[in-house]
């Protein structure tokens, strides 16, 4: 964690002064130091799942759940880190357009959990 705190700081400060001198290329800077942070999250996020996956094992809880959750949790990472940029861009339209997509995409993914839900709904009313 404290990696990518520094790099972080780095990217910042040289962000700060690339702007002052030249303004175009802040955005590489900024691009390139969210590209680094966004990899070392990936890895993270990998190791969160496997412990996720092995609890899950563990506890005897259907893989589809985790798995889901897993997806909407990196569905919602992305989409709000890609929102970000546009934001930071001047794109605030685009922004939004990313918000819904990724909100789709949650709904989308959570359909067999809804559909599950649904039927263990109609067996108890039977």
Not at 24 to 45: G, K, Q, T
Not at 96 to 116: C, D, H, M, Y
């Amino acid at each position: 964690m404290l990696k990518v705190i520094g790099i972080v700081i780095i990217g910042l400060s040289l962000i700060v002064i690339i702007k002052s001198l030249r303004p175009e290329y802040s955005y590489l800077v900024r691009l390139a130091a969210v590209s680094i942070v966004f990899l070392s999250a990936i890895v993270a996020f990998d190791s969160v799942s496997s412990y996720i996956q092995s609890l899950s094992d563990f506890n005897n809880v259907d893989a589809l759940y985790v798995k889901t959750a897993l997806k909407i949790t990196a569905v919602c990472i992305v989409c709000k880190i890609v929102s970000d940029i546009c934001k930071d861009c001047g794109e605030s339209a685009l922004a939004s357009q990313t918000e819904l997509f990724g909100r789709a995409t949650v709904l989308l993914i959570s359909f067999p959990i809804i559909k599950n839900l649904f039927d263990f709904a109609t067996g108890i009313l039977k």
